[in-house]
């Protein structure tokens, strides 16, 4: 292999399959172009089977960011706001929407499908930086602009387009279709940005190469296209589908690399990787039943209707999850560093 070849490729987490694949999301950009021809295949899919994947990918990890917080040496210590005071707020808000559906449930609602694609646009920024600080590419304060610009145009996109969400949350549609210009001026930024999203990567690309830093990973790219494409490509069927199912997919993956070396480096560790993933997966997936499937029950027990109970746990859940990320992805904490710098030692 050349030398050009393996800094196309840039080194790999796992492995350049796996992390191509799964994290970089390259099953998904080949499932997009099928979904585009065939747009009829997901509501071919039976209930059963996407219950199963939601629950299998999806609500595991959503679990995943609690295991993992949870789970860290010092972590109640270290952040008694995170993980005690801020799941009791949470649940206060949750049976406060439960009660207000009206009232403060929409706005739940409103404050979790905005922030979702927000979520997307920034995990793809933080893989993107991962992938490039492993491979050894350097990039320079205006490089890494470029790069947040890039992963944040698809989000930027969805919350001037979004109708329930995002900039219909705050000014509704009705008001900003009366308005002259401003609808047509909104559908062209809009349009603007599409283009950025998958021109941007190319131009940060082409940055990187000319200033020799070294060549830019195809797996940032990919990363960045893939996201692109879920909220760009795909109708709202399809996206719900792909997207979550990829960006979980994209989630556990990483967070098991993270978590398994944490362990396997600890001392008097007396079990291999496949032991530690295996643990972390089942108590995910076992949290994320309780969750999604047992949890609304408790406040449809109450007599709250369970529309408004499953609509607001979802809601709830998916905030902690974007709150708890924020936390545990720290670059600087201890475990993180080391996972990062031995990554990038590997040959």
């Known amino acids: 292999m050349s030398a050009t070849t393996r800094a196309l490729l840039g ?9 191509y694949a799964i994290i970089g999301g390259g099953w998904s950009v080949l499932a997009t172009v099928v979904l585009l021809y065939r747009p009829s295949l997901t509501t071919r899919l039976d209930p059963a089977v996407l219950a199963s994947l939601i629950l299998i990918v999806n609500s595991s990890h959503f ?5 993992r917080l949870y789970s860290r040496p010092g972590a109640l210590r270290e952040l008694p706001g995170l993980t005690m005071t801020f799941p009791l707020v949470a649940l206060l808000g949750l049976t406060a929407s439960v009660a207000y559906p009206e009232l403060l449930g929409r706005h739940l609602q409103a404050l979790y499908l905005t922030w979702s694609p927000f979520h997307y646009a920034a995990q ?8 490039c600080h492993i491979s050894e590419v350097r990039l320079s304060a205006r490089d890494r602009w470029l790069l947040w610009l890039a992963c ?9 387009g ?17 308005l002259p210009l401003v609808p047509q001026a909104l559908g062209a930024l809009t349009l603007l940005l599409l283009v950025l999203t998958f021109v941007l990567p190319l131009v940060l690309a082409l940055r990187v190469y000319q200033g020799g830093r070294r060549v830019l990973p ?3 790219v990919l990363l960045m296209v893939s996201n692109g494409l879920w909220w760009t490509a795909l109708d709202a069927l399809g996206a719900f589908v792909l997207a979550t199912i990829a960006h979980g997919l994209q989630y556990l993956a990483i ?3 993270y978590h398994v070396r944490d362990r396997v480096r600890e001392p008097g560790n007396r079990h291999g990787w496949l032991f530690h993933a295996a643990t972390f997966y089942g108590t995910c997936l076992v949290l994320g039943y309780g969750l999604f499937y047992c949890w ?6 109450a007599g709250a209707g369970l529309a408004e109970s499953m609509l607001m746990v979802v809601a709830t859940i998916n905030v902690h999850h974007f709150v708890v990320d924020r936390y545990i992805w720290r670059s600087r904490s201890a475990g993180n560093a080391r996972t990062l710098a031995e990554a990038a030692s590997a040959a």
Do not use: C, K, N, Q
């Open 11 to 19: 080194r790999a987490f796992i492995h350049p399959a796996v992390d």
């Open 255 to 257: 967070v098991l690399v």
């Open 218 to 220: 195809l797996t940032v």
């Open 296 to 301: 609304p029950w408790a406040f449809v027990w």
């Open 63 to 67: 679990a995943a960011s609690t295991v």
């Open 124 to 131: 793809t920024y933080g893989l993107a930086a991962m992938y």
């Open 152 to 160: 944040m145009a698809p989000f930027t996109r969805s919350f001037l």
């Open 162 to 178: 979004a109708t329930g969400s995002g900039l219909g949350w705050f000014v509704p549609r009705e008001w900003i279709a009366g």
